[in-house]
């Protein structure tokens, strides 16, 4: 959890900002965390054959908790801005499917994920989280039970309400979208104009 003056990526502001990048980044400890969500899956008697999340965000937790409940570990990703299933993974209308994200705020990209699959006739099981922000279950109107490990609510303003505006900060961007891009680049090793 980093503490600041951040822009969501839903264009919300908040000084609360959950980069689970940088949790996962450590092999054991994303291990550790994994087991314990499937622990608690497994307590509700839930099993699965796919675990399935939306590019980039949740590929390292699909895989670590694909891991942890001995199923396979895929992700879905978007092409010209549609959520899609994509390099040859195969999800059947038998499989039975958890659906997971690291960070659910509105629980968008990974509703997209259940679409899809939907879309496939597959019918997801449940929703698993790292940390969920929404302050309740956004995929209650999916129909499906929503597993996290932390609910932790946080306070997010429009940005004209936002307090650390109005005293004159300035937020920033620390998710994926745009986060340390490096400045374009005037480079002239390559030689040639790309
Ligand atoms: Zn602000």
Redesign the pocket.
């Known amino acids: 959890m980093l503490e600041g003056?951040f822009?969501l990526s839903s264009g919300m502001?908040s000084d609360r900002y959950f980069q689970c990048a940088l949790l996962l980044e450590e092999p054991r400890r994303a291990e550790a965390l994994a087991q314990a969500l499937a622990e608690r899956l497994r307590a509700k008697n839930l099993q699965f054959d796919v675990v399935i999340g939306p590019a980039l965000g949740a590929v390292t937790w699909a895989y670590e908790m694909a891991r942890a409940l001995g199923a396979r570990g895929l992700f879905a990703e978007r092409q010209n801005d549609a959520m899609c299933i994509r390099r040859g993974f195969v999800v059947k209308p038998t499989d039975r499917v958890l659906v997971v994200e690291d960070v659910i705020t509105t629980g968008g990209s990974a509703r997209e994920v259940i679409q899809v699959l939907r879309a496939q006739s597959v019918n997801p099981l449940a929703i698993g989280g790292i940390v969920n922000r929404s302050g309740g279950n956004p995929f209650e109107k999916d129909g499906l039970p929503l597993f996290a490990l932390a609910d932790v609510e946080v306070k997010q303003?429009k940005?004209e309400d936002?307090p650390?505006?109005k005293a004159g900060?300035k937020?920033v961007k620390p998710g994926s979208r745009a986060a340390n891009a490096p400045a374009p680049s005037t480079s002239t090793t390559g030689g040639g104009r790309t």
Do not use: F, S, T
Request: charged share 20%.
């Open positions: 003056h822009e502001h303003w940005k936002c650390l505006c900060g937020a």
